[in-house]
């Protein structure tokens, strides 16, 4: 597993093994990834989507503690998968950082609680499923929108995105910040330091 330059994610690009049945890959291993992000996984929930190409799901986050960390594949087709740093006080704060999550290189993206998570389907049928380290409880989730031009994803431009209601009428991450909706950056350092104890 590779960090990526928010702090709190990583990307897996595992190898993988073609042959003449198709291909066969490692997608998680236990000891790699608590040496990478130095504790363990821990799943509550295990989730599965399938997208039309442009529709744009999230960015989605809740509150923590106790957060919601999320390891993310594609299984078949494509997306862009975005991790947004959500957290205030953060270095990062309002940074996002995109990788792409395909059938071919197998790549996996693993994002701690309290960062923000989105992506853009980049074919039809693109089939994502990502392990949840606690369960979904609505009154803790929530989402900033996908397409504020302050936050400034680059979503490709010859995709055009789709949005459910929900997301569409998510606030900006402006509006996020002023109604206290955002993860403190203290306090999720708090939170991981106690999950790696």
């Known amino acids: 597993m590779r960090a990526l330059d928010i702090e709190g994610a990583w990307v897996l690009e595992p190898k ?10 490692e997608w998680y291993r236990g000891t790699e990834f608590r040496e990478a992000t130095g504790y363990d996984l821990t799943l509550a929930q295990a989730n599965c989507s399938v997208s ?25 087709g494509a997306v862009l998968d975005v991790v947004v740093d959500l ?8 940074r996002w950082e995109a990788v792409r999550l395909d059938d071919g290189t197998r790549h996996a993206v693993f ?12 074919t039809d049928d693109a ?3 990502y392990l949840c380290s606690t369960g979904y409880a609505p009154e803790r989730e929530h989402g900033v929108h996908p397409l504020d031009p302050d936050l400034g994803i ?11 209601p929900k997301d569409a009428a998510a606030p900006s991450l402006a509006q996020a910040r002023e ?7 203290d306090t999720c350092r708090a939170h991981y330091r106690q999950l790696r104890s």
């Open 16 to 25: 993988v093994f073609p042959d003449e049945r198709g291909s066969f890959h």
């Open 52 to 76: 039309r190409r442009g529709v744009v799901r999230g960015v989605h986050f809740s509150d923590v503690p106790p957060g919601q960390a999320k390891y993310v594949t594609c299984v078949r």
């Open 87 to 94: 957290r205030v006080g953060s270095p990062d704060f309002g």
């Open 111 to 122: 994002l701690a609680e309290g960062l923000g998570h989105a992506f853009m389907a980049l």
């Open 127 to 129: 089939t994502v499923v």
């Open 154 to 164: 680059d979503w490709p431009a010859e995709v055009t995105p789709v949005l459910s």
């Open 179 to 185: 109604t206290g909706l955002l993860p403190s950056y």
